[in-house]
């Protein structure tokens, strides 16, 4: 028996788009600052940062930190992102997330990040290997996030076009 997949939401309603990136950025959370992951974040090309368990990349402009409570990313023009692992908050520029031209900028470049990230795991560990990982790092009590699958439906979401208000 297989476990159906979350609905992908209407394409046009910025109400289901914001949880299913509130549940990628969750997930990408808690693996990236698990301590397992993080010898594959350097390899990836993540640095320590000089805060204490701080990691950070530089990713097309934009820069990203990963510590143990927070997943930051920010890129001049578009602001700054942060999934908040305590209270499970995902903040544009300090307030609740909007979907805006600018923040769909950002979320854009953060989902290339993730998505060459998983595809790069990929290609090193096998694509079992990869979804393995992600199988011990569930964030909640449901199937955890297959994170490459996650990063395709919310692109999706992003292509198609939003429908006239009339």
Do not use: C
């Not at 159906?4 to 939401?9: D, F, I, K, T």
């Not at 009590?141 to 919310?154: F, G, H, M, S, Y």
């Amino acid at each position: 028996m297989t476990l159906a997949l979350p609905s992908l939401g209407e394409a046009d309603d910025p109400e289901s788009f914001t949880p299913r990136l509130e549940g990628l950025l969750e997930t990408a959370h808690a693996l990236w600052s698990a301590p397992g992951e993080r010898r594959r974040m350097r390899a990836f090309g993540f640095r320590p940062a000089v805060e204490p368990g701080v990691l950070k990349r530089e990713w097309h402009g934009m820069s990203v930190r990963i510590s143990g409570t927070t997943f930051r990313a920010a890129k001049p023009g578009d602001g700054e992102l942060v999934y908040r692992a305590g209270d499970r908050a995902v903040l544009l520029n300090g307030e609740p997330f909007e979907v805006t031209p600018s923040s769909l900028g950002l979320v854009r470049q953060l989902l290339d990040l993730v998505q060459d990230y998983e595809r790069w795991v990929e290609v090193r560990e096998g694509r079992q290997g990869r979804i393995d990982r992600l199988a011990r790092v569930s964030t909640t009590d449901r199937r955890p996030v297959n994170a490459l699958a996650e990063t395709r439906r919310l692109q999706r979401m992003l292509q198609v076009p939003r429908a006239k208000t009339p």
